[in-house]
């Protein structure tokens, strides 16, 4: 097996585990590879950092539920779910500050991961710079995600609220509903650091591959786990080549990457799935300064 494969095995190895063990430390269940050191670190401080702004979340709409009820205890149900629809929601500011923290979580761990992948494929040619194609993505993705995370807490508050109407509970049953909720939990501060460090591996691969001029192509292969059954085109997928910029078809759908955020919630939760690169080993050979000078064009085009 190459270093590089060896290196991605590690990675996958590292995040698989995060994912079935979700009480364990994650520094205590990284692969003994030192490249690797750096990011258990990340995704824990992401972690801490998503599950004090879902806190802050639920802090907020249930001190808001209190105030509410204290103004005039005759409120109903129903004007209570109008207030949280037309005045909270739009108040609710976790999506600001979890997308820009989500970015700068992407940056950290891309960048980190771009340098050990790099390294790993030609020592040659180091990583020092994301592309601006990558940083654009970033900013992109991470809003896009900090507005799905929000929608879908508050569509789970509307539920709880809705079915609390038809079952006639009182205001107080609210409150526990709410309290409860799992959309403010660790689990899904745990849930969404995984998935995220996960883009962030693929989205490295994706990023050194376009800068190692070594790399002629990527190559889907399928990995399974035990609890999910797998999905029969991840399957067929297994063993295909395609250049460093074409995509993948997945049932139809295109992705750069395995779990690409593009791909539709079927192909992409609990997707164990790896991508390799595709390496010609004459450009390995080239002087570094002619490797240096294809690495140069291809930033160039990344950036435009
Ligand atoms: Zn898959």
Redesign the pocket.
């Known amino acids: 097996m190459s270093k590089v494969d060896k290196l991605l095995k590690s990675i996958n190895t590292f995040i698989q585990k995060a994912e079935e063990e979700d009480e364990e430390k994650l520094i205590d269940i990284l692969p003994d590879i030192p490249e690797l050191d750096e990011i258990p670190g990340l995704v824990e401080e992401f972690e801490k950092m998503t599950a004090k702004l879902l806190r802050q979340q639920r802090k907020l709409f249930l001190d808001e539920l209190k105030a509410f009820i204290a103004k005039d205890d005759s409120e109903t149900l129903g004007s209570l779910l109008n207030y949280f629809q037309n005045d909270l929601f739009a108040a609710d500011e976790f999506a600001v500050v979890f997308g820009v923290e989500a970015a700068l979580f992407l940056t950290n761990t891309t960048s980190s991961l771009s340098k050990i992948i790099m390294e790993s494929i030609d020592k040659d040619v180091a990583f020092n710079v994301l592309s601006k194609r990558t940083t654009d993505w970033i900013e992109s993705w991470s809003e896009e995600l900090a507005e799905i995370m929000k929608l879908n807490t508050h569509k789970a508050i509307e539920t709880q609220l809705i079915e609390a109407i038809n079952a006639g509970e009182s205001i107080a049953q609210v409150e526990l509903r709410l309290k409860d909720l799992p959309q403010f939990d660790r689990k899904r501060a745990r849930t969404t650091a995984i998935t995220e460090v996960l883009t962030a591996s693929s989205h490295a691969q994706f990023e050194s591959y376009n800068q190692s001029p070594a790399v002629t192509g990527k190559q889907w292969k399928?990995?399974g786990y035990a609890k999910i059954a797998?999905?029969h085109t991840?399957v067929l997928l297994d063993g295909t080549i395609v250049g460093v910029n074409e995509k993948f078809d997945v049932d139809g759908e295109l992705a750069d990457y395995?779990?690409d955020p593009t791909l539709s919630a079927y192909?992409r939760v609990n997707?164990?799935?790896a991508m390799g690169p595709v390496v010609d080993e004459k450009i390995i050979g080239l002087s570094q300064e002619e490797k240096e000078a294809i690495r140069q064009e291809a930033l160039q085009e990344l950036n435009a």
């Open positions: 399928h990995s797998p999905r991840h395995p779990r192909n997707c164990h799935c």
